[in-house]
């Protein structure tokens, strides 16, 4: 049985792990405060249009679906700690290069294609970092968390991905308060970027001292190491039987072939990615990116934008906590259904406002409405899920092909945003609310519930399923 002295354990694993999150959130977050200024500095005097501003303000989720997409080879190749100890090495080199692209192509204070490219370009290493992260820390969490208690545990990794965003939305606050708007625009951008230099090097240094999981051990034949962490995870006693769970597992996966991608079915591949780009298609990244301008086009000044941007922040926090409180009581599904239908009503109330052409308060409520709802459901749980349904011997590649997913329709979403928006505002917001009906649908017909299974049973099921689906064919 566990005690008091693992469950500390277990919690000091997953927050050192969930600094990656947190970097996750301000990497992604930091350009929110910093896009206006970025198209002024660098967009606009070189007489570029609304898709090179979309285009650079996403340019890191390039990085993202690349750092996605090598995750897998990563995790299996190079261990789940040393690939975010890799992670924390690319925030630093990004945080450092994003405030002063010069440093390559030095320019003499002149914006230049040359200029622009190189601030891409540290951005896209960031993005690297954030997807390597992305899909190794919840796979990390989820490899050391009891199977009682992984839910609480990989929500709290959005927690601090939303952490991350609200302690960046400050950061930002903090340098663009009371400066003049030039001086945002030549000196106060750079300083939001660098910013993230400091947790970055935390991240990095921490991570010497904390465990590779019990699972990738085992799966390279250090059962001891393995049994070690188990027992200050799980107790002794309790050690040896998940132990042994693991190793049948591998074993079973190893003596079929298992390893292959498609081992245990079409249909758990297919789930994760839809997982994935539902997450990103309901258009949650829309408001995160631009929520100052959208702030702003709802009449507020620079100072009181980036004040909202914070509240919105806030609530996200909040209803995080819900989630993270009622993922192992209530289950995975039930609050991804809720949190779309909430999701939807929030977006079809900013669609129907823009319709109107009204703008005002009841905008800024509707906004609350849907990222409350994201955050109390699709947020949290889509990577409590990722870090759940992939069996054993596959879960770095699966994983590594729903964040590449993810990362894709997350690039798609928000490059493509200024230009729908130029478009018909209803229409874009409208498209985020029937997504999110979508997602209701898919999760109700689709998602298996995972609540208080361990990583073994889930494998079982998939086994089961294939099986199944074989017989049927």
């Known amino acids: 049985m566990r005690n008091q002295r693992n469950a500390l354990y277990i919690f000091s694993l997953t927050l050192v792990a969930a600094i990656g999150g947190l970097l996750f959130g301000y990497d992604t977050a930091v350009i929110s405060g910093a896009e206006k200024s970025i198209q002024a500095y660098l ?82 290493i960031g993005g690297i970092g954030v997807g390597l992260a992305s899909a190794i820390t919840p796979m990390y969490i989820g490899e050391i968390a009891p199977a009682d208690i992984r839910g609480k545990m990989v929500s709290f990794n959005q927690f601090m991905i939303i952490f991350g965003m609200l302690v960046v939305y400050f950061v930002n606050w903090g340098i663009a308060n009371g400066q003049t708007v030039e001086w945002i625009n030549e000196i106060g951008w750079r300083y939001m970027f660098a910013s993230e230099a400091i947790p970055a090097l935390v991240f990095g240094l921490l991570l010497i001292f904390v465990p590779e999981t019990p699972r990738y051990l085992a799966m390279q034949n250090k059962e001891d190491k393995a049994l070690s962490v188990l027992a200050k995870i799980n107790g002794a006693s309790e050690a040896k039987v998940i132990l042994k769970d693991i190793k049948e597992s591998v074993q079973a996966s190893a003596s079929a072939n298992k390893e292959k991608l498609f081992a245990y079915g079409k249909l758990v591949i297919v789930v994760g990615i839809l997982l994935s780009v539902f997450q990103q298609f309901v258009g949650i990244n829309v408001a995160l990116y631009y929520a100052p301008r959208i702030f702003e086009s709802m009449g507020a000044a620079k ?73 109390m459901s699709w947020g949290p749980i889509c990577w409590v899920l990722i870090s759940e349904i992939f069996p054993n011997k596959i879960r770095g590649q699966a994983v590594a092909i729903a964040v590449a997913a993810q990362w894709a329709a997350n690039y798609f979403i928000s490059s493509t945003y200024p230009m729908m928006m130029e478009f018909s505002g209803g229409m874009t917001y409208g498209f985020y609310g029937l997504m999110s009906i979508l997602s209701a649908i898919f999760v109700w017909k689709w998602v298996p519930e995972t609540k208080g299974k361990t990583l073994e049973q889930m494998e079982d099921i998939w086994k089961q399923k294939s099986e199944l689906n074989e017989k049927a064919s």
């Open 43 to 124: 967009i606009e005097p070189l007489g570029l249009g609304s898709f090179a501003h979309g285009a650079t303000v996403s340019s890191a989720l390039i990085g993202c679906i690349i750092g996605g997409l090598i995750s897998g080879i990563f995790a299996s190749k190079f261990g789940r700690k040393r690939s975010l100890i890799v992670a924390a090495a690319l925030f630093f080199v990004s945080a450092l290069g994003s405030s002063y692209p010069e440093f390559l192509f030095y320019t003499q204070g002149e914006p230049s294609l040359a200029l622009l490219f190189t601030f891409n370009f540290y951005r896209i």
């Open 303 to 375: 100072d009181a934008s980036m004040l909202q941007t914070i509240v919105m922040g806030l609530v996200n926090v909040v209803f995080t906590v819900v989630a993270i409180f009622t993922v192992d009581k209530w289950g995975r599904k039930p609050l991804l259904i809720t949190g779309s239908i909430g999701m939807a009503l929030g977006m079809f109330g900013v669609a129907g406002l823009a319709f109107a052409n009204i703008i005002g308060m009841s905008t800024l409520v509707f906004i609350i409405i849907y990222t409350a709802s994201f955050m």
